[in-house]
Nanobody, 118 residues
Framework: QVQLVESGGGLVQAGGSLSLSCAASGSTFSLGVMGWYRQAPGKQRELVATITRGGNTNYAGAVKGRFTISRDNTKNTVYLQMNSLKTEDTAVYFC????????????WGQGTQVTVSS
């Protein structure tokens, strides 16, 4: 069974930066696409960024140019560097990972709170 654990969330002022990480443990098979979602109070979950094992990335328009996703395949760990943070970035951030063969099977982290103050 795969477990994902996020870390790095916290409180930061607008214009500041935070770095999130998400480490996978459990089953030893290599994971497929990994990425990050976020969910603000009263709003639906939003896809933030994704990255393939080969390093191809995709970003939501709201974060493009400010956030950077990366991964370490030897550790099955995904990262999210967040710069120039805005108050609208405030949300719970969830990492996820696709099963390498059964792509419809997705594992989720518990979420980490990111709060950006004005």
């Amino acid at each position: 069974q795969v477990q994902l654990v996020e870390s790095g969330g916290g409180l930061v002022q607008a214009g500041g930066s935070l770095s999130l990480s998400c480490a996978a443990s459990g089953s030893t098979f290599s994971l497929g696409v990994m990425g990050w979602y976020r969910q603000a109070p009263g709003k639906q979950r939003e896809l933030v960024a994704t990255i393939t094992r080969g390093g191809n990335t995709n970003y939501a328009g709201a974060v493009k140019g400010r956030f950077t996703i990366s991964r370490d395949n030897t550790k099955n760990t995904v990262y999210l560097q967040m710069n120039s943070l805005k108050t609208e970035d405030t949300a719970v951030y969830f990492c996820y990972a696709e099963h390498p063969l059964v792509r419809t099977l997705v594992y989720w982290g518990q979420g980490t709170q990111v709060t950006v103050s004005s």
